[in-house]
């Protein structure tokens, strides 16, 4: 489940930036900028008179072909990303982020992403062998991206798997979960 088809490693860039202004003129609400491209928010402050700190990330559209996709080094920066990052606040909301202030952090991480954009979740499966050379493995991976919000609910399904196979069990998928991210669905 590597590759085209399956994974694909992709390089992701984040910075935290000190907002110019307090968090009553930032606001609370999260962000999301050049169709998606790149997203932000505030992280929560003491005071509404604290500036606060914004992370900021994407920009792998400014990255250069490839789009940092099989990139699997997180130990350095895109210093095309990072620019791109630091110079985008600024001019959309002048006064609230200050022109090339740097960044109180930046840091990069490997994403998994999948082709239609979904996770895959569920047994672990070799489409190219014939034995079940994985039994007993169970994956919840390739977010796009999305693993905060979606690794909870995708860990209980496969909490809910390896349960029902240790008791001798049929495991039935809750009503509420994405069939088409099950593993055995993508066969």
């Not at 694909?8 to 984040?14: I, L, M, S």
């Not at 109180?104 to 489409?127: A, C, L």
Request: glycine fraction near 14%; proline fraction near 9%; hydrophobic fraction near 35%.
């Amino acid at each position: 489940m590597y590759g085209p088809k399956g994974i694909v490693p992709t390089r992701g860039q984040a910075i935290a930036l000190r907002a110019a202004a307090p968090s009553s003129v930032i606001t609370k609400d999260a962000w999301v900028g050049t169709l998606g491209w790149k997203y932000w928010f505030p992280r929560p402050v003491s005071s509404p008179n604290e500036n606060p700190l914004i992370i900021f990330g994407g920009g792998r559209d400014e990255s250069g072909h490839g789009l940092e996709s099989y990139i699997i080094d997180d130990s350095t920066l895109n210093v095309d990303v990072g620019k791109a990052l630091r110079n985008y606040l600024p001019p959309l909301f002048p006064g609230k982020y200050e022109e090339g202030r740097e960044p109180e952090m930046e840091w990069t991480g490997i994403m998994g992403y999948t082709k239609v954009g979904d996770p895959f979740v569920g047994p672990v499966i070799d489409v190219t062998q014939a034995s079940d050379s994985y039994e007993g493995q169970y994956m919840a991976a390739g977010f796009t991206g999305h693993g905060m919000p979606r690794g909870y609910a995708c860990a209980e399904v496969v909490a809910g798997m390896i349960t029902a196979e240790l008791a001798g069990g049929e495991w039935t998928a809750p009503e509420w979960f994405p069939r088409h991210f099950l593993t055995t669905e993508r066969l």
